[in-house]
């Protein structure tokens, strides 16, 4: 298949062929919610902590005698049905990660990115084009006059520190590039902006002819997400 590539003033350059198996597979609702999921529940940071009865400060001694008060039954005042006791069942540290399967996080990516081409919001810049100090108004100029002045998650080939600290200051625009490309980062956006350099990469990581897959790109996934 081909995408048409555009420089920064919006104007069409060429065409180049891109990678079927990345950019044009079938969509795929559930290994993206599955991956997406995993994602957003890795960002948890796990802390919450509430004391049980044996944790909160106070005596285990018997408030009042059993019989003869004419009142129900209590024990310490520790315990969770009085007010200064301990949480019953309540939350403690623990690790939300969820483990994925290669092939499934393999599949959600390049499902995403089949879906962005699908919805005709990817679109391929020959290069940002910036050269020597960062320049904000260059990032918004570009982002203009592709008319995606929003909502846009830009991808560089690679790690371009000069283009992260010209679109950092842009509310809505998220810039990374395509060695920690996410599922999270691509459906937060509504618009995909790729260099030529991002979709290469892309297709070297993600395509058929990845040697470093230890299975194919064509895995079949039922509705629970299980291979």
């Known amino acids: 298949m081909n995408l048409s590539v555009v420089d920064v003033n919006g104007k069409n350059i060429e065409e180049i062929e891109v990678d079927e198996s990345v950019f044009g597979i079938a969509l795929h609702d559930a290994a993206e919610h599955q991956v997406l999921t995993a994602q957003l529940a890795a960002r948890r940071r796990g802390t919450h902590s509430s004391k049980t009865r044996g944790e909160v400060r106070g005596s285990t001694r018997k408030i009042y005698a059993q019989k003869g008060r004419g009142m129900a039954r209590a024990g310490a005042s520790r315990s969770p049905t009085r007010r200064g006791g301990g949480v019953a069942f309540g939350p403690k540290p623990r690790d939300y990660s969820q483990k994925v399967p290669k092939g499934i996080r393999r599949l959600a990516i390049r499902s995403v990115l ?66 920690t490309l996410s599922v999270v980062e691509m459906r937060k956006r509504q618009n995909l902006i790729l260099t030529v350099d991002a979709i290469r990469r892309c297709e070297a990581l993600w395509g058929k002819t990845n040697k470093g897959s230890s299975e194919p790109l064509d895995v079949e996934v039922n509705e629970t997400g299980e291979e």
Not at 124 to 139: K, Q
Not at 150 to 165: E, K, W, Y
């Open 114 to 179: 089949s879906r962005r081409v699908h919805e005709n919001k990817l679109l391929v810049v020959s290069e940002l084009g910036l050269t020597g100090d960062p320049s904000t108004s260059h990032i918004a100029g570009m982002l203009a006059n592709l008319g995606v002045d929003r909502s846009v998650l830009i991808v560089t080939g690679n790690p371009d520190s000069i283009a992260l600290r010209s679109a950092r200051n842009i509310v809505g625009v998220d810039l990374t590039h395509a060695d």
